[in-house]
């Protein structure tokens, strides 16, 4: 028996937990850590099973390359050599901004880096993103201009010093459990909570106030809560002159915005809305989670910009306890963020445009010149794609033909390439319309680094071999730069990455393997000797003053109408991540949900026709699926909620390709649909 | 009885890994402790109960049942060694001697019998609690205990197979020896399984209302810890996984608070809500092994308490349901 300290490959939490491996080499259990902060020997249904799909028959084990239509097997020589023949070959003829490249959040920070770097470096195009572009894109953008720093503020610990939790778009025990935990537990202790989500989550049943605002009416909300906390003289005036600018725009711009006009737009009672104003300034020190509710409209960036000018505003910033708490999603989406595997900037948030950022990279990498031009967003690379602007792709580690908006554009677009790679570790969707697919170790087979979403940078370690030919993202990346004539150091192993990255990334400036255990560092760590900062913006925010920047209420892109009458809501479960790659192939996980499902009012039920488990047909002007009905008054009556894991009846094929103008993110959260009773077509 | 020091109760140990896979409490990387062999990290004796259940070396996570070739021959498993197991509390050999108890009942289970026939069974108790309090001797129910009692630890067999291990080993111990730690446990406080007793009389009588069962349902997350740490909880799930050259069928530890744990075909679940499942895990405890097997079968090990992120840990929720109901 070998047990081997990691970091579990599911959400940004970051448990720490032991894989159990036999004397055979195989995966055989999990055990979490005792002594981690965060795991504190507890973990999830997902982490108690993260050891149960890596030894699945379906792992890839060999290169594949499509012949005669069909992705048959070859050797690696022959599979990178034709990527790397292709990869130049477009770039020669249509320019390097012809590739896109897809990074993942599921591999570590130096594959990232060395992705980004391949980008950037070898092949010469910004055209690099990644999953981000779902999730926080929008809070990227939003908390960088109001903050200085699109991160999660302050650590999942300080929750529990908090007088006062407003979780407003976050699915907490279900999508970040340790976290949810941690607030049912705050609120059991006497911690006020405030839950804002149309649907009756878990964590509402423990809310002191459960506001069921319509989907899409953040700003509204948020905008409504701040107009009381002024007119009840409730803000925290001293932070507001010491530490804030922009104050006066901010009073003007929700002057309007009076419990009765946010009531019209919420659905709210005006009542609800002073309470839930009054409950979060009167604490001491209030906290304000959030996730994809917030992030996934047309107006994501409007909606992170109201949630920081709240926390400006009652002074809740740079304490414990307090703070703008965006829980990022993937177990590594915070890293691949850092790590520069975003368009427009490289590790660090160094822009591209920036001359002496290009120039420190260039000098470190031996160019040169790097493009000053950002690249494309992946969700408008994928409208390049459908139009032939961008002809050949390398995907890593992503599946977004279920995971992106519109399925049948998603479709469309990967299908016009001249050229799609695909590096993965199940043939996934996406991986069957390559042209090349690259088998993959797991995060249970390689060496490495995740970022959490308290931007705490922790160890990843290789417990079992990956199977047949399968080799670590960053052995096929360095290999792979070698082939397209990239001239790179022969980095023995990841740490080797890690001390490239410390060296050209300040906020990972003191980052090094032996300061990572066992725990890891939160970052910023600009030095060797630096302790890490749990909180961010103490004394000062990272951009100096905190920035009031109002937003105006737009509503979302589609609303139902008299054709499609219900408002569909997309997202997760609890037990199954994402596509489903890893925990459709997770047997008590696969047993827990086995396929899609609608959840429906049940007066919208009773007007259909329909029982409970009965399959229908939802459809959209995007596309028609069919799942079975769950009757709950989880959602209320009007509002459909699907998750999008199900290939067989993906939620993303109704999903619209709507963005937000700054941030580039789709509005999962709310389109038109309806529901049909119709028969099963067999 | 024989008395050793800590020195060489491990070289007695690491003298016995010629004939037996010897697994012992380790010092983990991260300070956590766990069943493991000698080389896997420093000995940890001290400590108290470890994380995981020790009853994982008969009945571990996952598990291969079978493998069969295409041809639907099934190929041998390769013989394992005789497992010696340090580390049972009082607590978990009450466990162990009931789940032995249960996997012997129509019809055995021969996988966990596999591990389970043939092995040596070591408790480990007296002064070794984790601010050194004392674990209370178990006095049977093993093979063999070794009893800290502070300066020195006893060893104590208690069947033919222990005394042919222990045989000469150490220095002969007098019983006085062990009078400050039995006297120590006797001052321990029986309240927990007084609480427990209190709460399966409750429940037995029926005076706990659905209500409360709901409320105590919305506040678990379903992360299937409970069952997981619990010696006792013997439920596995099965899944056959087919490569290219063979089948292999598995079993892993399952979880009576997930929902597909009594989902019918159909899609109706007896035990449809949290409510239910959460009333059923506690019930199965305190009422209907009580009912089959004569006792309750939670013996206070304390892990479900440990591991529930959301505090509804089986005396947690038997100290609620006695504050309101008893």
Same mark, same amino acid.
């Given at each position: 028996?070998?047990k081997?300290?990691?970091?579990?490959?599911?959400?940004?939490?970051?448990?720490?937990?032991?894989?159990?491996?036999d004397?055979?080499g195989r995966?055989?259990?999990?055990?979490?850590?005792?002594?981690h902060?965060?795991?504190r020997?507890?973990?999830?249904?997902?982490?108690?099973?993260?050891?149960a799909?890596?030894h699945h028959?379906?792992?890839?084990?060999?290169?594949?390359?499509?012949?005669?239509?069909?992705?048959?097997?070859?050797?690696?020589?022959?599979a990178?050599?034709?990527?790397?023949?292709?990869l130049?070959?477009i770039?020669?003829?249509?320019?390097?901004?012809?590739?896109?490249f897809?990074?993942s959040?599921?591999?570590?920070?130096?594959?990232?880096?060395?992705?980004?770097?391949?980008?950037?470096?070898?092949?010469?195009?910004?055209?690099?993103?990644?999953?981000a572009?779902?999730?926080h894109?929008?809070?990227?953008?939003?908390?960088?201009?109001?903050?200085?720093?699109?991160?999660?503020?302050?650590?999942?610990?300080?929750?529990?010093q908090a007088?006062?939790?407003?979780?407003?778009?976050?699915?907490?025990?279900?999508?970040?459990p340790?976290?949810?935990?941690?607030?049912?537990?705050?609120?059991?202790?006497?911690?006020?909570?405030?839950?804002?989500?149309?649907?009756?989550?878990?964590?509402?049943?423990?809310?002191?106030?459960?506001l069921?605002?319509?989907?899409?009416?953040?700003?509204?909300?948020?905008?409504?809560?701040?107009?009381?906390?002024?007119?009840e003289?409730?803000?925290?005036?001293?932070?507001?002159?010491?530490?804030?600018?922009?104050f006066?725009e901010?009073?003007?711009?929700?002057?309007?915005?009076?419990?009765?006009?946010?009531?019209?737009?919420?659905?709210?009672?005006?009542?609800?809305?002073?309470?839930?104003?009054?409950?979060?300034?009167g604490?001491?020190?209030g906290?304000?989670?959030?996730?994809?509710?917030i992030?996934?409209?047309?107006?994501?960036?409007?909606?992170?910009?109201?949630?920081?000018?709240?926390?400006?505003l009652?002074?809740?910033?740079?304490?414990?306890?307090?703070?703008?708490?965006?829980?990022?999603?993937?177990?590594?989406?915070?890293?691949?963020?850092?790590?520069?595997?975003?368009p427009?900037?490289?590790?660090g948030?160094?822009?591209?445009?920036?001359?002496?950022?290009?120039?420190?990279?260039?000098?470190?990498w031996?160019?040169?010149?790097?493009?000053?031009?950002?690249g494309?967003?992946?969700?408008?690379?994928?409208?390049?794609?459908?139009?032939?602007?961008?002809?050949?792709?390398?995907?890593?580690?992503?599946?977004?033909?279920?995971?992106?908006?519109?399925?049948?554009?998603?479709?469309r677009?990967?299908?016009?390439?001249?050229?799609?790679?695909?590096?993965?570790?199940?043939?996934?969707?996406?991986?069957?319309?390559?042209?090349?697919v690259?088998?993959?170790?797991c995060?249970?087979?390689?060496?490495?680094?995740?970022?959490?979403?308290?931007?705490?940078?922790?160890?990843?370690?290789?417990?079992?071999?990956?199977?047949?030919?399968?080799?670590?993202?960053w052995?096929?990346?360095?290999?792979?730069?070698?082939?397209?004539?990239g001239?790179?150091?022969?980095?023995?192993?990841?740490?080797?990455?890690?001390?490239?990255i410390?060296?050209?990334?300040?906020?990972?400036?003191?980052?090094?393997?032996?300061?990572?255990?066992p725990?890891?560092?939160?970052?910023?760590?600009?030095?060797?000797?630096?302790?890490?900062?749990?909180?961010?913006?103490?004394?000062?925010?990272?951009?100096?003053k905190?920035?009031?920047?109002?937003?105006?209420?737009?509503?979302?892109?589609?609303?139902?109408?008299?054709?499609?009458?219900?408002?569909l809501?997309?997202?997760?479960?609890?037990?199954?991540?994402?596509?489903?790659?890893?925990?459709?192939?997770?047997?008590?996980?696969?047993?827990?949900?086995?396929?899609?499902?609608?959840?429906?009012?049940?007066?919208?039920?009773?007007?259909?026709?329909?029982?409970?488990?009965?399959?229908?047909?939802?459809?959209?002007?995007?596309?028609?699926?069919?799942?079975?009905?769950?009757?709950?008054?989880?959602?209320?009556?009007?509002?459909?909620?699907m998750?999008?894991?199900?290939a067989?009846?993906?939620?993303?094929?109704?999903?619209?390709?709507?963005?937000?103008p700054?941030?580039?993110?789709?509005?999962?959260?709310?389109?038109?649909?309806?529901?049909?009773?119709?028969?099963?077509?067999? | 009885?024989?008395?050793?020091?800590?020195?060489?109760?491990?070289?007695?140990?690491?003298?016995?890994?010629d004939?037996?896979?010897?697994?012992?409490?380790?010092?983990?990387?991260?300070?956590?402790?766990?069943?493991?062999?000698?080389?896997?990290?420093?000995?940890?004796l001290?400590?108290?109960?470890l994380?995981?259940?020790?009853?994982?070396?008969f009945?571990?996570?996952?598990?291969?049942?079978?493998?069969?070739?295409?041809?639907?021959?099934?190929?041998?498993?390769?013989?394992?060694?005789? =497992?010696?197991?340090?580390?049972?509390?009082?607590?978990?050999?009450?466990?162990?001697?009931?789940?032995?108890r249960?996997?012997?009942?129509?019809?055995?289970?021969?996988l966990?019998?596999?591990?389970?026939?043939?092995?040596?069974?070591?408790? =480990?108790t007296?002064?070794l609690?984790?601010?050194?309090?004392?674990l209370?001797?178990?006095?049977?129910?093993?093979?063999?205990?070794?009893?800290?009692?502070?300066?020195a630890?006893?060893?104590?067999?208690?069947?033919?197979?222990?005394?042919?291990?222990?045989?000469?080993?150490?220095?002969?111990?007098?019983?006085?020896e062990?009078?400050?730690?039995?006297?120590?446990?006797?001052?321990?406080?029986?309240?927990?399984?007084?609480?427990?007793?209190?709460?399966?009389?409750?429940?037995?009588?029926?005076?706990?209302?659905?209500?409360?069962?709901?409320?105590?349902?919305?506040?678990?997350?379903?992360?299937?810890?409970c069952?997981?740490?619990?010696?006792?909880?013997?439920?596995?799930?099965?899944?056959?996984?087919?490569?290219?050259?063979?089948?292999?069928?598995?079993?892993?530890?399952?979880?009576?608070?997930?929902?597909?744990?009594?989902?019918?075909?159909?899609g109706?679940?007896p035990?449809?809500?949290?409510?239910?499942?959460?009333?059923?895990?506690?019930?199965?405890?305190?009422?209907?092994?009580?009912?089959?097997?004569?006792?309750?079968?939670?013996?206070l090990?304390?892990r479900?308490?440990?591991?529930?992120?959301?505090?509804i840990?089986?005396?947690?929720?038997?100290?609620?349901?006695?504050?309101?109901?008893?």
């Amino acid at each position: 028996m070998k047990k081997t300290l990691t970091t579990c490959p599911y959400c940004g939490t970051g448990c720490a937990l032991y894989l159990l491996a036999d004397d055979a080499g195989r995966l055989v259990g999990v055990e979490p850590s005792a002594t981690h902060p965060v795991s504190r020997g507890h973990l999830c249904i997902k982490g108690w099973n993260a050891y149960a799909f890596v030894h699945h028959p379906q792992r890839l084990t060999t290169p594949l390359i499509r012949r005669s239509g069909e992705l048959q097997p070859a050797s690696w020589d022959e599979a990178l050599g034709l990527v790397a023949e292709r990869l130049l070959a477009i770039r020669d003829a249509h320019g390097p901004d012809a590739l896109m490249f897809f990074s993942s959040a599921k591999a570590t920070n130096e594959e990232n880096f060395l992705l980004m770097k391949l980008a950037r470096g070898v092949i010469g195009t910004n055209n690099i993103d990644h999953c981000a572009r779902l999730c926080h894109a929008s809070t990227v953008v939003g908390l960088a201009a109001t903050l200085g720093s699109g991160a999660m503020t302050n650590s999942i610990a300080c929750l529990e010093q908090a007088d006062v939790i407003l979780v407003i778009g976050s699915n907490t025990t279900e999508q970040h459990p340790m976290i949810g935990a941690r607030i049912l537990g705050a609120a059991r202790r006497g911690t006020k909570l405030i839950v804002a989500d149309q649907r009756r989550i878990r964590l509402a049943h423990h809310a002191d106030l459960h506001l069921r605002h319509r989907c899409g009416s953040d700003v509204a909300l948020l905008n409504g809560l701040m107009h009381v906390i002024l007119a009840e003289g409730l803000e925290d005036r001293a932070f507001i002159a010491e530490r804030t600018e922009g104050f006066e725009e901010l009073r003007a711009a929700v002057a309007d915005w009076t419990p009765q006009a946010a009531a019209a737009v919420t659905g709210l009672t005006a009542a609800e809305i002073v309470a839930a104003a009054r409950t979060f300034a009167g604490g001491e020190r209030g906290a304000i989670v959030y996730a994809m509710g917030i992030t996934q409209h047309t107006h994501g960036v409007d909606n992170v910009k109201a949630v920081a000018d709240l926390a400006l505003l009652t002074g809740n910033l740079g304490r414990p306890g307090t703070g703008v708490n965006p829980l990022r999603g993937q177990n590594n989406v915070q890293g691949a963020c850092d790590m520069g595997a975003l368009p427009d900037v490289v590790s660090g948030y160094q822009k591209v445009a920036e001359p002496a950022v290009r120039e420190k990279f260039a000098h470190a990498w031996g160019l040169p010149a790097l493009s000053g031009h950002p690249g494309l967003m992946a969700t408008l690379a994928m409208n390049a794609m459908a139009d032939g602007q961008v002809k050949g792709a390398f995907i890593l580690g992503e599946n977004p033909l279920i995971s992106d908006p519109d399925q049948a554009h998603a479709r469309r677009a990967l299908t016009s390439l001249d050229f799609l790679v695909v590096q993965e570790i199940f043939l996934s969707e996406t991986a069957q319309l390559a042209d090349v697919v690259l088998p993959a170790a797991c995060f249970a087979e390689k060496d490495g680094t995740f970022t959490s979403t308290e931007r705490l940078v922790q160890r990843v370690r290789r417990a079992v071999a990956p199977p047949g030919a399968a080799r670590a993202d960053w052995e096929i990346l360095k290999e792979l730069a070698r082939r397209c004539g990239g001239d790179w150091p022969d980095y023995p192993d990841p740490g080797a990455i890690m001390a490239e990255i410390a060296g050209l990334t300040p906020s990972y400036g003191g980052i090094a393997y032996p300061r990572l255990e066992p725990f890891g560092l939160p970052w910023p760590c600009p030095t060797p000797d630096h302790p890490g900062t749990p909180i961010l913006h103490v004394g000062t925010c990272t951009r100096g003053k905190g920035r009031f920047l109002a937003s105006g209420y737009r509503p979302p892109a589609e609303l139902p109408d008299a054709e499609y009458p219900l408002l569909l809501t997309t997202g997760r479960t609890y037990f199954h991540w994402h596509t489903g790659t890893m925990t459709r192939r997770t047997h008590l996980l696969d047993r827990e949900e086995r396929g899609p499902f609608v959840e429906l009012h049940p007066d919208d039920g009773a007007a259909l026709g329909v029982r409970d488990r009965e399959e229908v047909t939802i459809a959209s002007r995007r596309g028609t699926i069919r799942a079975r009905v769950r009757l709950t008054t989880m959602v209320g009556a009007g509002t459909i909620f699907m998750p999008f894991h199900f290939a067989e009846g993906a939620a993303n094929a109704l999903t619209h390709n709507a963005l937000d103008p700054e941030a580039g993110i789709p509005e999962f959260k709310v389109c038109a649909a309806r529901v049909e009773k119709t028969p099963c077509a067999d | 009885m024989r008395r050793l020091t800590e020195a060489e109760l491990l070289r007695w140990l690491r003298g016995l890994e010629d004939r037996f896979e010897v697994l012992l409490p380790v010092l983990l990387v991260d300070g956590s402790r766990a069943l493991g062999r000698l080389d896997e990290g420093a000995p940890a004796l001290a400590g108290g109960r470890l994380p995981r259940k020790p009853t994982e070396a008969f009945f571990p996570q996952h598990d291969p049942v079978l493998t069969a070739a295409l041809d639907g021959a099934i190929l041998a498993m390769p013989a394992a060694r005789p =497992l010696f197991v340090l580390g049972f509390t009082a607590a978990d050999l009450a466990c162990l001697e009931f789940i032995d108890r249960f996997f012997a009942a129509p019809f055995r289970d021969d996988l966990y019998y596999r591990r389970r026939a043939g092995a040596v069974v070591a408790g =480990l108790t007296g002064a070794l609690g984790p601010a050194g309090e004392i674990l209370p001797p178990a006095g049977g129910n093993c093979d063999l205990e070794v009893i800290a009692t502070g300066d020195a630890f006893l060893l104590d067999p208690y069947t033919p197979a222990g005394q042919s291990l222990t045989g000469e080993v150490g220095v002969p111990a007098a019983a006085p020896e062990l009078r400050p730690v039995q006297s120590a446990a006797a001052a321990l406080s029986d309240e927990p399984q007084r609480l427990l007793q209190r709460a399966s009389e409750l429940i037995r009588a029926d005076r706990v209302p659905d209500a409360f069962w709901a409320e105590i349902g919305t506040r678990c997350i379903a992360c299937t810890a409970c069952n997981l740490v619990c010696p006792t909880c013997t439920c596995y799930g099965v899944q056959d996984w087919s490569y290219p050259d063979r089948t292999e069928r598995s079993r892993m530890w399952d979880s009576c608070q997930l929902e597909g744990f009594m989902r019918e075909a159909s899609g109706h679940n007896p035990l449809g809500s949290e409510a239910l499942r959460t009333r059923r895990r506690i019930h199965h405890k305190l009422a209907a092994d009580v009912e089959r097997w004569g006792h309750l079968t939670c013996y206070l090990c304390g892990r479900c308490d440990a591991a529930c992120p959301t505090g509804i840990g089986i005396q947690a929720i038997a100290r609620e349901l006695v504050a309101r109901y008893g």
